[in-house]
């Protein structure tokens, strides 16, 4: 499609703002990262301002409300306004339970926060199979009331919000942590805080994970409701679905969630190595998803709210992001704990932001900061990360461009017959070493060629085969290690 065209065609599905964004956006990707500002050291006489600063306001403010709940003084600091929804969220009921253990809802108010439930969920695959599961991403949340909600109890818990505040420098000393922030009216903000949250997301400078994960779509309105598979069926959710085979060296992949009545949110999105993320722009990714949107549901869309961004990925083959700083955590998004294959940064967050910050919280009390992550990481991750990374790396060959859904096929076809406790507990992050090496032992039988179709090993080098072995058998003796 042609640049014009394809401004065209996102400007009148999206409006002149989404248009403005994306090109705002593709820029930024091919520019040379601005250097951050030189900041000098903090004063060690200096009283530190916060004990925790948050940078970044996104699902990651759910730190927030906790960390003061312990007592301890935190900051929110926003580019933007802290609190502003970027995506939709699905995820399962059981998976909803930290929000009641954490103390911040009670059950009836996380029920008013539920805006839809499914009977079930499907994978379907172009050119093979639909695999219902049931019990996985089958509610849909409010996100906008959802996090104007905890920024509301953070308030109450006296954490303070600083919007309009882009940091773009920091220096660690010896018991603190300098930031300086520059704010959207004009001037800066220079503050200290013993501990950083680093919860940027793809913008900070200390989100090196190994994979990204273009996507656009939003909330969209006129899809037409029925059963079929170009159809809404607001029983049903679309967690992975393919519509077509590789094209131009990318698998693109559609979910599909409704949510209040008449509404769905639709994504479009494909894996690709970070290291060449400056050729992944989101406004062509826009084009293809209206162009393409009449193959994957049928009606006359229009688009309510429009959702996009990069999500990064760590296949957990490379070093994991770390910022080089010991009082600097990377949290969300930026720290690339969540699930290298369906990429749900909110169930991700819901498990690792409880024991999360009780961690940094014992960690400030003894002035001792532990030398790996704080942020929860399932044993699951270290041997799914490698079918992410060869998605990121189809082959071009017009001659392959369904391989990877027939792998997929395979893969699922044999996840379904596990049963749907197995099949769950993949999509969750749950699945258990011995349920891993079944269903690679069922996709090997059924395809034998799959060692072929995974070379990606062999393009990462013997270090990424070694800590893939060294994951694999971490997951199957995670029952017998755990206390």
């Not at 994978?123 to 409010?142: K, M, N, Q």
């Not at 069926?233 to 094209?247: F, M, N, Y």
């Not at 700083?325 to 932001?353: I, K, N, Q, W």
Request: proline share 7%; hydrophobic share 40%; aromatic share 8%.
């Amino acid at each position: 499609m042609r640049l014009e065209t394809l401004k065209a065609r996102v400007r009148e599905a999206g409006g002149p703002e989404l248009l403005e964004r994306l090109e705002w956006l593709d820029a930024q990707g091919t520019r040379p990262p601005i250097a951050p500002r030189l900041v000098g050291r903090p004063d060690a006489r200096r009283r530190p301002d916060f004990d925790v600063v948050l940078a970044g306001g996104g699902l990651s403010l759910l730190y927030a409300p906790v960390l003061a709940g312990f007592g301890l003084k935190v900051g929110v600091f926003d580019r933007a306004r802290a609190a502003a929804v970027h995506r939709e969220w699905n995820i399962s009921g059981s998976e909803l339970a930290p929000l009641t253990a954490s103390g911040l809802f009670t059950p009836p108010e996380v029920e008013s926060l539920i805006v839809a439930r499914y009977a079930h969920g499907v994978c379907r695959w172009h050119g093979g199979g639909e695999y219902p599961v049931r019990g996985v991403l089958d509610h849909a949340i409010d996100a906008g009331r959802f996090l104007s909600e905890v920024r509301r109890r953070a308030e109450l818990r006296g954490v303070s919000f600083h919007d309009g505040h882009t940091l773009v420098g920091l220096r660690e000393g010896p018991h603190c942590v300098r930031l300086l922030f520059e704010r959207a009216g004009g001037g800066w903000s220079d503050v200290t805080a013993r501990v950083v949250l680093d919860a940027r997301g793809s913008s900070s400078p200390h989100a090196t994970a190994d994979l990204i994960c273009p996507t656009v779509g939003g909330v969209l309105s006129g899809l037409k409701q029925g059963s079929a598979p170009d159809e809404v069926d607001p029983q049903v959710g679309d967690i992975l679905v393919t519509t077509e085979g590789v094209d131009g060296g990318r698998q693109y992949i559609w979910e599909g969630f409704p949510g209040r009545a008449g509404e769905t949110t639709v994504y479009l999105f494909y894996y690709a190595r970070a290291r060449r993320s400056r050729e992944h722009g989101l406004l062509p990714l826009y084009g293809r998803f209206f162009e393409r949107l009449g193959r994957y549901k049928r009606g006359e869309p229009r688009l309510l709210r429009p959702t996009f961004g990069y999500i990064p990925g760590w296949s957990r083959l490379t070093r994991a992001p770390r910022a080089p700083e010991r009082r600097v955590v990377l949290v969300g998004d930026a720290a690339a704990r969540h699930s290298p294959l369906t990429y749900c940064g909110f169930g991700g967050m819901m498990r690792s932001f409880l024991p999360g910050s009780r961690a940094l919280a014992e960690a400030l009390a003894r002035e001792r900061f532990p030398p790996g992550p704080i942020v929860h990481d399932t044993p699951l991750h270290s041997v799914t990360g490698l079918l992410a990374l060869s998605m990121a790396m189809p082959s071009r060959a017009p001659e392959r461009r369904d391989e990877v859904n027939q792998l997929l096929d395979t893969a699922f076809a044999v996840l379904h017959a596990l049963g749907n406790e197995s099949y769950a507990a993949l999509l969750k992050d749950q699945m258990e070493g011995h349920d891993f090496a079944r269903l690679l032992g069922g996709i090997a039988r059924r395809r034998p060629q799959v060692f072929r179709e995974l070379r990606t090993l062999a393009h990462t080098g013997p270090f990424a085969l070694a800590r893939w072995l060294e994951g694999f058998s971490r997951l199957l003796l995670n029952p017998f290690l755990a206390p």
